[in-house]
């Protein structure tokens, strides 16, 4: 193909394509989200057992969903920093980490609020939430490991190896409903079968699930930008793209 | 080969092996990952003994019943081959019906009954408006129906 990836992987040109990209991918996650929230609570019936607690599912399942694929592209982020020993790279996976958190924590949070009214209890410590929760502390982790070293390129090795270790935790969470009893139900939708769902219900989570999408690209994209800014300080290339925006 | 192939060989190489350890940890915590004890397991002798454990399954139709005095109530849980009769006290969650899954926690009691102190409802992967559920309710009962009517023409 005629483009030449690796260009992208300097801040210099990459810098100026996060900066074009980032509202535009902010706009399409408000103009979806607007339709999928509207689907979900307003069009999407009842759930025949579970009432209308059921709706959680549509900011639940897509952002636990997000929460495994960030840490997978974070992981992917960190393989290449390792290997290549590449700036972006590292700076990617320290963008996409409190995003990350964040959908960890959305997932755990509207599960506490879905699961009292349904099983009858905030938590429990099933496979499936006790391995979310790892998720969870394994993002805060790589965070605090960055925090506390001083010098940035230490800090790059160190979190792509912690980052690298803990990807192992993303298939046991995928899988965790299958290989043991879990209080937690299976999978309404998978790669290999027909959704379990109504269809107007699988509709509305694809849409919300696109629009988590778009929203933390554009939130990553947007925060790459300041974190280049902050360790490219002094850089004349910087001083010059700065100029010229 | 590289230095930077030597890399990439070294990160594949390390997540290999992490995954081999990750399954053999996963594979001897096996029994410490697992939620709930089926009936049948519970009458294998597999659950563990003399301390709480939880107990999954359903509800077995018309089994349920309510002491009219108190917030007792005495259930039979089952797995299709083996079941569990359940005494508790307290609120039941919202979703708790006859013929759907349910996990309790507690202990077995010498005469073979399960005195649960927590109750949880387990709800399954399928969510449909009340008007299908209704409709494959019907459905349901009519092929039933039907089956009856077979033997007696």
């Given at each position: 193909m005629g483009i030449n990836w690796f260009r992208y992987a300097s801040p210099v040109s990459f810098l100026p394509l996060a900066r074009a990209l980032a509202p535009w991918f902010l706009a399409t996650a408000a103009v979806l989200g607007g339709i999928g929230l509207w689907l979900g609570f307003g069009v999407a019936p009842t759930d025949?057992?579970?009432?209308?607690?059921?709706?959680?599912i549509f900011i639940h399942v897509p952002a636990a969903w997000m929460a495994m694929f960030i840490y997978v592209v974070m992981a992917g982020w960190s393989a290449l920093a390792l290997g290549y020993n590449t700036r972006l790279s590292a700076m990617m996976a320290q963008a996409l980490a409190p995003t990350g958190a964040l959908m960890a924590a959305l997932a755990l949070w509207t599960g506490a609020f879905w699961g009292?009214?349904?099983?009858?209890?905030?938590?429990?410590?099933?496979a499936r939430m006790s391995s979310t929760l790892i998720l969870l502390f394994l993002y805060v982790g790589v965070i605090a490991l960055r925090g506390a070293f001083d010098d940035a390129r230490r800090a790059d090795r160190a979190c792509a190896l912690l980052t690298l270790v803990g990807v192992v935790n993303v298939p046991i969470i995928y899988f965790s409903v299958r290989w043991w009893n879990t209080l937690h139900q299976g999978?309404?939708?998978?790669?290999?079968a027909a959704p379990t769902m109504a269809a107007i219900m699988v509709t509305a989570m694809l849409v919300m699930t696109f629009a988590l999408w778009a929203y933390c690209i554009g939130v990553v994209l947007w925060r790459v930008q300041a974190i280049v800014a902050e360790r490219e300080e002094g850089a004349p290339w910087l001083a010059r793209t700065a100029v010229a925006r | 080969m590289t230095p930077r192939h030597r890399r990439f060989a070294l990160i594949g190489a390390g997540l290999c092996v992490l995954a081999v350890v990750a399954a053999l940890v996963l594979n001897a915590f096996q029994s410490n990952l697992v939620f709930f004890f089926s009936p049948s397991q519970v009458v294998a002798h597999e659950a563990p003994q003399g301390k709480p454990f939880r107990i999954g399954g359903m509800v077995v139709d018309h089994s349920l019943t309510r002491d009219p005095a108190t917030l007792t109530v005495r259930f039979i849980v089952t797995d299709t081959v083996h079941t569990i009769p359940v005494v508790y006290t307290g609120l039941l969650p919202d979703?708790?019906?006859?013929g759907k899954g349910v996990v309790a926690q507690g202990s077995l009691q010498p005469d073979g009954t399960f005195r649960a102190t927590e109750v949880l409802a387990k709800h399954d992967e399928n969510y449909m408006p009340p008007e299908a559920a209704a409709a494959m309710k019907a459905a349901r009962e009519g092929m039933n129906d039907k089956t009856f009517e077979k033997p007696q023409p």
């Open positions: 025949a057992t579970q009432g209308d607690a059921y709706r959680i009292r009214p349904t099983w009858g209890t905030y938590w429990a410590w099933d999978s309404s939708i998978s790669l290999t | 979703l708790f019906k006859e």
